[in-house]
């Protein structure tokens, strides 16, 4: 490349960057045991790979989906450790997360589809 060339984050793959998120979280919501406990560990690679990604909307999009995702686990830990040990209790926790992360996910998911995309050119770092 040259020293005038940049690189370019196509719409198309920023668009599905944006949507990785979400899809992790409808999939982790719905198999919850044990893809929700990969998926804790996978959406934290995944934000740090995308809340900085040259398309700001990426990392818009990822950083709401994070904060429903770790907001209503998070309250799991806090909720959770007051429960009796009866499996009816998750199991209502497991339906109410299910009610706030899905909908919502697949809300933000017809969001960025509706949403016009544009490519993105990274210009090369200047050597002297």
Same mark, same amino acid.
């Given at each position: 490349?040259?020293?005038? +060339?940049?690189?370019?984050?196509?719409?198309?793959?920023?668009?599905? #960057?944006?949507?990785?998120?979400?899809?992790? %979280?409808?999939?982790?919501?719905?198999?919850?045991?044990?893809?929700?406990?990969?998926?804790?560990? #996978?959406?934290?690679?995944?934000?740090?790979? %995308?809340?900085?990604?040259? %398309?700001?909307?990426?990392?818009?999009?990822? *950083? *709401?989906? #994070?904060?429903?995702?770790?907001?209503?686990?998070? #309250?799991?830990?806090?909720?959770?450790?007051?429960?009796?040990?009866?499996?009816?209790?998750?199991?209502?926790?497991?339906?109410?997360?299910?009610?706030?992360?899905?909908?919502?996910?697949?809300?933000?998911?017809?969001?960025?589809?509706? +949403? %016009?995309? *544009?490519?993105?050119?990274?210009? +090369?770092? *200047?050597?002297?």
């Amino acid at each position: 490349m040259s020293k005038s +060339e940049s690189r370019v984050v196509t719409a198309k793959s920023a668009r599905s #960057a944006a949507k990785l998120f979400n899809y992790g %979280n409808i999939v982790a919501v719905l198999v919850p045991f044990p893809l929700i406990i990969f998926w804790f560990g #996978a959406s934290m690679f995944l934000y740090a790979m %995308n809340r900085h990604h040259p %398309n700001e909307r990426v990392g818009h999009y990822t *950083q *709401q989906a #994070a904060y429903r995702f770790y907001g209503v686990i998070g #309250a799991l830990i806090v909720v959770g450790t007051f429960f009796p040990p009866k499996l009816s209790y998750f199991l209502v926790y497991w339906a109410l997360t299910a009610a706030v992360i899905i909908p919502w996910s697949v809300y933000d998911i017809i969001r960025i589809n509706r +949403e %016009n995309w *544009q490519d993105v050119a990274i210009p +090369e770092e *200047q050597t002297p």
